[in-house]
């Protein structure tokens, strides 16, 4: 069975979240949803609970990672809760969850999951217009790196049509990758073997 793709959403928790950031983040769930994906958010509320909803309410499947250890914490659309009991650590749990990130709006804990996303090379894309932590990134980098550019967006529709066109492109480029590895590691022992008898012969 081929795996889901996994999407994580994030943005403003209760504190800081607008019904602009609510309506745009159910509607990035229902889009997610729709497109077969599963939803990844931080469990909790705000955006994370509007994008649960969104999706909820088109039959699509949502996780929600919580930095608390007791499930009863998460948002009443969440299918499936893991409590990590690690608090804010949980920003890099989510961000390797994620086979690509969308971003609506958001403060530091937002900024911390994007920047545990950008260190491991996660496609993300953020929608544009909406006060934000990362407003000033957008359509760039965090830092000299460049380890990936964070695609701006106008719509929620752009957003998840954008998200899995880069997570293709990604999947692809590690695959390559991976198979160059792989070719590469057998012409290493290859060579070694052709070295080690030779070696044997002239002795």
């Given at each position: 069975?081929?795996?889901?793709?996994?999407?994580?959403?994030?943005?403003?928790?209760?504190?800081?979240?607008?019904?602009?950031?609510?309506?745009?983040?159910?509607?990035?769930?229902?889009?997610?949803?729709?497109?077969?994906?599963?939803?990844?958010?931080?469990?909790?509320?705000?955006?994370?609970?509007?994008?649960?909803?969104?999706?909820?309410?088109?039959?699509?499947?949502?996780?929600?990672?919580?930095?608390?250890?007791?499930?009863?914490?998460?948002?009443?659309?969440?299918?499936?809760?893991?409590?990590?009991?690690?608090?804010?650590?949980?920003?890099?749990?989510?961000?390797?969850?994620?086979?690509?990130?969308?971003?609506?709006?958001?403060?530091?804990?937002?900024?911390?999951?994007?920047?545990?996303?950008?260190?491991?090379?996660?496609?993300?894309?953020?929608i544009r217009n909406i006060k934000s932590s990362v407003e000033s990134y957008i359509d760039g980098y965090l830092d000299h790196r460049e380890n990936i550019k964070i695609i701006g967006v106008d719509t929620p529709q752009d957003a998840v049509k954008?998200?899995?066109?880069?997570?293709?492109?990604?999947?692809?480029?590690?695959?390559?990758?991976?198979?160059?590895?792989?070719?590469?590691?057998?012409?290493?022992?290859?060579?070694?073997?052709?070295?080690?008898?030779?070696?044997?012969?002239?002795?």
């Amino acid at each position: 069975m081929t795996k889901k793709r996994q999407i994580l959403v994030i943005g403003n928790n209760t504190n800081g979240c607008t019904p602009k950031h609510e309506k745009l983040a159910y509607e990035v769930g229902t889009e997610i949803a729709k497109s077969n994906s599963v939803l990844i958010t931080g469990g909790l509320g705000g955006v994370m609970a509007a994008a649960s909803h969104g999706a909820h309410d088109a039959n699509g499947l949502t996780v929600g990672i919580i930095p608390q250890d007791d499930a009863r914490m998460a948002n009443e659309f969440c299918d499936i809760v893991i409590p990590t009991g690690i608090g804010l650590a949980r920003d890099f749990v989510n961000a390797l969850t994620a086979d690509g990130v969308i971003i609506v709006g958001g403060g530091s804990g937002t900024l911390s999951e994007v920047c545990a996303a950008y260190m491991h090379k996660k496609p993300m894309v953020a929608i544009r217009n909406i006060k934000s932590s990362v407003e000033s990134y957008i359509d760039g980098y965090l830092d000299h790196r460049e380890n990936i550019k964070i695609i701006g967006v106008d719509t929620p529709q752009d957003a998840v049509k954008k998200i899995l066109e880069l997570i293709t492109v990604s999947y692809n480029s590690d695959t390559e990758s991976t198979d160059d590895e792989v070719l590469d590691d057998f012409n290493k022992i290859k060579s070694g073997e052709a070295s080690r008898m030779a070696q044997k012969s002239s002795g």
